[in-house]
């Protein structure tokens, strides 16, 4: 059957649409409360963000939640592939293409408040164990400020906070001020367990990064739906509701 010359153009046009959505995939890694599976859905606040994007720029790419090195391969060798969240780090900042700042994060160490207080960073370096999560950035940076004595048992975040409610640690790395109010609210650890050591271990920006083979239109069109929703106000309504304090 022939078809008329309108008709092609747009069965073309179509086709070509699918194609270039298949085209991308978008990979993220299980981190509370930035993105994570909850009733096997996929949620969390940078994923909130990244949902709303596509909405904006009218992408429907497909995205897998995939375990951290798993997530950080594919970003790698995949091509046409975007990641979220990631630090932007002075390693990382040549390997991609990026887009954000989304939010601006802290990490520190904690310890239970019935503890004697750490209160410096010599502490934190003579302490006999800290624990941190067995691979990623975290365990990574600890290591490049000096941390001889990290214990990298813990194979998920929630494992950091039973290791020390349970005595088999007595301090813990591993999440921002957002992700320790989310786990403690899943465990329902009470308001003043845990108290948080004020040395600032590390300081970044997450973002979303896209192998170096992404189309720059595609990228720029992220970079402006993000600028739309900051500037509307979604981007700080979506973070309020993962970051309240500890007890609310």
């Known amino acids: ?17 699918v194609v270039r959505a298949g085209e991308y995939q978008v990979v993220t890694e299980e981190w509370a409360p930035y993105n994570y599976q909850e009733n096997n859905q996929l949620t969390g606040m940078t994923t909130e963000i990244v949902r709303a994007i596509m909405a904006l720029t009218g992408d ?3 995205v897998l939640l995939q ?6 391969q594919v970003l790698r060798t995949r091509s046409k592939t975007l990641m979220f969240s990631l630090f932007r780090t002075a390693e990382r900042e040549p390997l991609y293409k990026w887009v954000g700042p989304i939010v ?3 990490i520190y160490a904690y310890q239970l408040a019935s503890t004697p207080p750490v209160t410096s960073l010599e502490q934190l370096l003579h302490a006999p164990q800290i624990t941190t999560r067995h691979a990623g950035l975290v365990p990574q940076m600890l290591q490049s400020l000096g941390f001889n004595n990290l214990d990298k048992s813990a194979t998920e975040s929630k494992l950091l906070y039973r290791m020390l409610l349970a005595g088999r640690t007595g301090i813990i790395v591993g999440d921002t001020d957002a992700g320790v109010a989310y786990y403690s609210r899943q465990l329902n650890i009470a308001p003043g367990t845990l108290r948080k050591i004020p040395i600032e271990l590390y ?15 595609v990228v720029a069109a992220w970079a402006k739906a993000l600028e739309q929703l900051r500037r509307s106000g979604e981007v700080e309504r979506i973070q309020r509701r993962y970051e309240r304090p500890v007890g609310q």
Do not use: H, Q, W
Request: glycine share 2%; with cysteine; hydrophobic share 40%.
């Open 104 to 106: 601006e994060e802290s």
């Open 1 to 17: 059957m022939r078809l008329s010359t309108p008709v092609a153009a747009l069965l073309c046009l179509l086709l070509g649409t």
């Open 203 to 217: 300081r970044s920006s997450l973002y979303i990064a896209f192998s170096l083979d992404s189309e720059d239109e």
């Open 60 to 62: 429907d790419f497909e």
């Open 67 to 72: 375990p951290s090195m798993r997530a950080t």
